[in-house]
């Protein structure tokens, strides 16, 4: 099913990649470094998404426990990330493959011009057969601006590089009907939807190092559909895991995209981790929005939430306070509250302009 695939996004996590004695495990990289260079002799470009560097961190500064501090968890990463990128770089080079160190924060991909050239960067080394490794920035980014786990950093990624196939590599096999280290009757789950709501009551929590567990993994798998690529959860201490998926082998849990991939514009609206502001429409536009695919107008609208620029991507939500959608908005929150509930074509005489017909135009909105 992947062998025409060009693209993967390969994620691995801090529990499969480090030991809280030890730190870096050295013979998984020169596994999965073996692996990718494979990969790469197949035709297939890897964007590698490695988790690690605070664990590693912790290791180089002697810290036995992961710290609560922000800024003591940022000097683990900073000083992490030099051992981590090191090691990828000695192992990459017992294959002849450059790798380039990439680190992002959730600003990065909120704001549109920083995510356009952070595609053409990645683009750039994947065409000049570099192997971009991508983490999060955590020397630098706090609670406000994170993306929380590199599950939904990858899945990000995915969608930023256009990847056929997400491989979210694991200290686990897969996804199971239940925990199978408390319940002898779990059975793997060889293949189900991405974005099925039954999975979720499946799925257990991150353990010590790392901050995700299966549910973020899920999550990512839902992200990555969006620009239609195949998810795959599975066991990365298997010497020829990534082999295995590129001939098809049923290893792991595969999660397929069951909605038409939409728009790379729309992919990166609907990215958004962290929005603050919100748009609360009534029944009628929230029946037209999810029904007819509209665009939102004004006369829809009963309340505006927060603040926001022309530009901004805000949330839309019914008078429940359920969201409907998300979408990049027309005017600022000044202007958008003067015109709440009228007619479009009396915009100019409230505004003294109009720029547009609508607050979020259906181009620029996405709607679940």
Same mark, same amino acid.
């Given at each position: 099913?992947?062998?025409?695939?060009?693209?993967?996004?390969?994620?691995?996590?801090?529990?499969?990649? @480090?030991?809280?004695?030890?730190?870096?495990?050295k013979e998984i990289i020169a596994n999965l470094t073996?692996?990718?260079?494979?990969?790469? @002799?197949?035709?297939? +470009?890897?964007?590698?998404?490695?988790?690690?560097?605070?664990?590693?961190?912790?290791?180089?500064?002697?810290?036995?426990?992961?710290?609560?501090?922000?800024?003591?968890?940022? +000097?683990? +990463?900073?000083?992490?990330?030099?051992?981590?990128?090191?090691?990828?770089?000695? +192992?990459?080079?017992?294959?002849?493959?450059?790798?380039?160190?990439?680190?992002? @924060?959730?600003?990065?991909?909120?704001?549109?011009?920083?995510?356009?050239?952070?595609?053409?960067?990645?683009?750039?080394?994947?065409?000049?057969?570099?192997?971009?490794?991508?983490?999060?920035?955590?020397?630098?980014?706090?609670?406000?601006?994170?993306?929380?786990?590199?599950?939904?950093?990858?899945?990000?990624?995915?969608?930023?590089?256009?990847?056929?196939?997400?491989?979210?590599?694991?200290?686990?096999?897969?996804?199971?009907?239940? !925990?199978?280290?408390?319940?002898?009757?779990?059975?793997?789950?060889?293949?189900?939807?991405?974005?099925?709501?039954?999975?979720?009551?499946?799925?257990?929590?991150?353990?010590?190092?790392?901050?995700?567990?299966?549910?973020?993994?899920?999550?990512?798998?839902?992200?990555?559909?969006?620009?239609?690529?195949?998810?795959?959860?599975?066991?990365?201490?298997n010497e020829h895991s990534l082999s295995s998926i590129?001939?098809?082998?049923?290893?792991?849990?595969?999660?397929?995209?069951?909605?038409?991939?939409?728009?790379?514009?729309?992919?990166?609206?609907?990215?958004h981790a962290k929005i603050d502001s919100q748009i609360?429409?009534?029944?009628?536009?929230?029946?037209?929005?999810?029904?007819?695919?509209?665009?939102?107008?004004?006369?829809?609208?009963?309340?505006?939430?927060?603040?926001?620029?022309?530009?901004?991507?805000?949330?839309?939500?019914?008078?429940?306070?359920?969201?409907?959608?998300?979408?990049?908005?027309?005017?600022?929150?000044?202007?958008?509250?003067?015109?709440?509930?009228?007619?479009?074509?009396?915009?100019?005489?409230?505004?003294?302009?109009? !720029?547009?017909?609508?607050?979020?135009?259906?181009?620029?909105?996405?709607?679940?």
């Amino acid at each position: 099913m992947l062998k025409e695939s060009k693209v993967w996004v390969v994620k691995i996590g801090s529990a499969l990649l @480090t030991h809280p004695k030890s730190g870096l495990n050295k013979e998984i990289i020169a596994n999965l470094t073996r692996q990718i260079a494979e990969l790469r @002799t197949q035709g297939v +470009a890897v964007v590698l998404v490695s988790s690690g560097s605070i664990a590693e961190g912790l290791h180089r500064l002697n810290i036995a426990q992961r710290p609560k501090e922000l800024h003591k968890l940022q +000097a683990a +990463a900073a000083t992490g990330q030099m051992g981590l990128i090191h090691s990828y770089e000695q +192992a990459f080079n017992q294959h002849n493959i450059i790798c380039a160190q990439v680190l992002l @924060t959730h600003a990065d991909l909120a704001n549109r011009m920083r995510y356009l050239n952070a595609r053409r960067t990645l683009q750039t080394l994947l065409e000049m057969d570099a192997v971009p490794i991508i983490n999060e920035n955590d020397t630098v980014v706090n609670d406000e601006i994170r993306f929380g786990d590199n599950d939904t950093l990858a899945a990000l990624v995915a969608n930023l590089v256009k990847a056929d196939a997400l491989v979210i590599l694991t200290d686990q096999d897969g996804l199971f009907t239940a !925990d199978p280290s408390k319940d002898t009757s779990a059975i793997l789950i060889h293949s189900d939807d991405a974005g099925d709501s039954k999975l979720e009551v499946m799925a257990g929590e991150g353990g010590e190092l790392g901050t995700g567990g299966m549910v973020t993994k899920l999550y990512a798998a839902e992200k990555a559909a969006r620009s239609g690529a195949i998810t795959i959860i599975t066991n990365g201490r298997n010497e020829h895991s990534l082999s295995s998926i590129l001939n098809g082998d049923k290893i792991g849990t595969w999660l397929f995209p069951v909605q038409e991939k939409i728009a790379a514009r729309k992919q990166w609206i609907a990215g958004h981790a962290k929005i603050d502001s919100q748009i609360v429409v009534d029944a009628g536009a929230a029946k037209a929005l999810k029904q007819t695919g509209s665009s939102l107008l004004p006369i829809g609208v009963k309340a505006i939430k927060g603040q926001f620029t022309q530009g901004d991507v805000v949330l839309v939500v019914d008078e429940q306070g359920n969201e409907i959608g998300r979408g990049m908005v027309h005017y600022d929150a000044q202007a958008a509250q003067k015109i709440i509930g009228l007619a479009s074509d009396k915009i100019e005489s409230i505004l003294g302009y109009a !720029d547009e017909p609508e607050l979020i135009h259906r181009d620029n909105l996405v709607v679940y």
